[in-house]
């Protein structure tokens, strides 16, 4: 997923309410991607964790704990830095999977120097958040973590296998979403709430949220694909079409279909045989199916879960800039 | 690594005395590959975990707790579990990151299905290992087994950036050696001997012979890669030097080449400019300075060095069959 955009959003604010924490992780961060015997290791890692991602993960976690009502200690922000170094690994595979040559505006590892430094650097990443973890001592937070990284792997496997496949139903879709996006954010909030010592009714709140905003961003993120501007989403309209995904607005399009619709959609999906006009004629079918606005009800509707869950925790200046934020994902769909 | 050739030897062995036991493990290993939602997970682990490896690391484990005097429960079988995800993640990235067709005598993952898939299922395995890891609820544990990750990933690397550089020195050839071979043997002993409740001599003795095993496999590994007959060693004579591997002989004759002899080097290893009778010359070179005697010397003291190390266990036939194991591995250079 991606957090573009210019306008200044809840996610600035907390970026100023936790700056002082935030550039404590940045610190463990860069001390801890060092290596003191492969120096590609840092340089690859720096040029992906210093090209300016929005350390979303990361400020999850520590809103989940201030929120809590746990000061910020060394402890939590040593998840903080783990779960951006899980992101980050993933990344750097996601690209070697995807064969995708810009990242955050600027060209990725593997083509800046290959596939295996990517692969390999990840590993190592993820090797040192294990390592991290290991130090605060908190096994159900070393649990949170492996079954988030599980989750993540299992999503991007079931991707590559549904890819192309018109029988992905909504339920396949959710789990690929889960693996993609949701499974780092609610690893993120309920890792946040455990290391903080909350009760089980708010960590419970706290991935429920984690959860629904990750599903909230992603089913946005596919419906700009098909209608955004090229501005506003930073790829342009239709590469998912190009690449024949299945994201929501095609599934319930193909759910829809007559005979020759999915004639229309087997040639273009499966078959990858795809024309000029094609995109025109996907989007055209979309909407006679009404298939964009049920997505975006759907994006809607897993907003307002993640804001709900919400009010089972206590009254914070951080709580609404969550609130906010979980609006903020779909307001790019009006 | 690989340990092949037919003869029945001190592996072998221990693949008798711990009949039981792994097959516990493999039972659990069987388990823990399955995944609800994407059947390409445990197809392409099935293909190498099941190719007839010899579950070498695994036996380690038990091994070691079993010279420390525990009974084999649960929890010891899915560490000795854990090992093998561990090795098989990296393995499905090593052949991808060496770009090999062949492994274990059947075509490499990455040539079946494709590299994202190796990618993503290695992914999944390395995250399925912490997992079962975190069930026995061992934090020690699981910091060998981090810090044993990040080695292999970071020896890996390290390889990567020291391949055609001739200014490759021992130390950095041995950093490799340990990511490559040795830091899961000695993580597998070490960790078994934790499990165990070993008490710290014992498990510093593991944790020495499971790295001078390591590396004394790996140097004779690389030896008979320049020496030994393709039947014996399962890849053709010279492959490293194909491939302008700094390996352990190249470096010796390298540290004492005069100036002509420097400018075959830079020109076979660094240009990567090789013809006809290159390989013989090199051979030659590496003759002359005396270079595979002092590289075989190197292996016998750290086979030598494994051994000792177990004379501070308790007596035991598995620890007959460790020493034995120790001189089996470079036995192939006589």
């Known amino acids: 997923m991606k957090m573009d955009g210019a306008k200044r959003g809840p996610q600035d604010r907390l970026a100023d309410f936790l700056a002082g924490d935030m550039a404590a ?25 210093e090209a300016g991602g929005k350390r979303l993960r990361p400020m999850l976690v520590l809103a989940a704990a201030h929120i809590c009502g746990a000061p910020a200690n060394e402890d939590h922000r040593k998840l903080a830095a783990t779960v951006e170094f899980i992101h980050t690994a993933t990344l750097l595979h996601d690209d070697v999977v995807d064969e995708s040559r810009q990242r955050r505006g600027r060209p990725t590892a593997n083509l800046l120097w290959d596939n295996k430094s990517s692969v390999l650097v990840g590993d190592y990443l993820f090797a040192r958040a294990f390592q991290l973890m290991v130090e605060p001592g908190s096994l159900r937070v070393l649990d949170i973590l492996a079954n988030a990284s599980a989750t993540i792997a299992e ?19 959710l789990k690929v979403v889960r693996g993609k996006t949701a499974a780092l954010f609610s690893a993120a909030t309920e890792s946040g709430a455990v290391i903080a010592g909350a009760g089980p009714e708010e960590v419970r709140a706290l991935f429920t949220y984690g959860d629904a905003l990750g599903i909230a961003f992603q089913i946005a993120d596919d419906l700009l694909d098909y209608g955004g501007t090229s501005s506003a989403i930073g790829k342009n309209t239709g590469d998912d079409f190009r690449e024949r995904k299945l994201t929501l607005p095609v599934i319930r399009a193909v759910a829809k279909a007559d005979a020759p619709e999915r004639a229309f959609w087997s040639r273009v999906i499966e078959k990858g045989d795809q024309h000029e006009g094609d995109l025109e004629q996907a989007l055209a079918l979309m909407a006679r199916h009404g298939a964009m606005e049920a997505a975006q009800n ?24 969550l609130a906010d934020l979980a609006d903020y994902v779909v307001s790019r769909l009006n």
Do not use: C
Not at 155 to 173: H, I, K, M
């Open 155 to 173: 999503g991007e496997v079931l991707q590559l296998t549904a890819a192309r496949d018109l029988a992905t139903t909504e339920a396949t879709y």
């Open 25 to 49: 992780v940045n610190r463990i961060i860069r001390e801890k991607m060092a290596s003191e015997h492969a120096p590609r290791i840092p340089e690859v890692t720096a040029h992906l964790i």
């Open 298 to 321: 759907d994006a809607f509707a897993w907003a307002a879960t993640a804001r709900e869950a919400l009010a089972a925790l206590p009254d914070h200046p951080l709580r609404e800039m």
